[in-house]
């Protein structure tokens, strides 16, 4: 499995890569995209939506489950990614083409609060 090492990582598979000007954008990880299976529908809020950390700010759809996505960070919601049309794209590019929000952030410490490449990689079983 490929987990990046200039990302931060949460406990709900969601990964968070820091941009410039207070931006971050979210994705889910590729464990998370392996252990649903074939993503056939993302959904998330619409651009402007504020979350608090740990907000449901959409849902990802398999052909067996769906899943809640949850924000890792409090923040505004700026942008969404208009390639989730064609939703497998977050199996095939989860870390890339398959982004779903980017947020910009109150609180840059929780950011640095997220876990490492490293701390994610174990609970995983990595």
Do not use: C
């Not at 490929?2 to 709900?12: E, G, Q, V």
């Not at 095939?92 to 929780?110: A, N, T």
């Amino acid at each position: 499995m490929n987990f990046p090492d200039d990302l931060r990582y949460t406990s709900d598979h969601e990964w968070v890569k820091v941009l410039d000007d207070g931006k971050v954008r979210v994705g889910i990880t590729d464990f998370a995209q392996s252990e649903l299976g074939d993503i056939v529908f993302v959904e998330t809020k619409p651009v402007g939506t504020v979350l608090k950390q740990q907000d449901i700010f959409g849902t990802v759809e398999a052909v067996k489950t769906v899943a809640d996505l949850f924000a890792p960070v409090t923040g505004k919601i700026n942008a969404v990614n208009d390639a989730l049309d064609a939703a497998e794209i977050v199996n095939s590019s989860p870390y890339d083409e398959g982004w779903m929000i980017e947020i910009i952030v109150d609180d840059p410490e929780q950011v640095n609060a997220l876990m490492t490449v490293q701390e994610y990689k174990k609970t995983v079983g990595e």
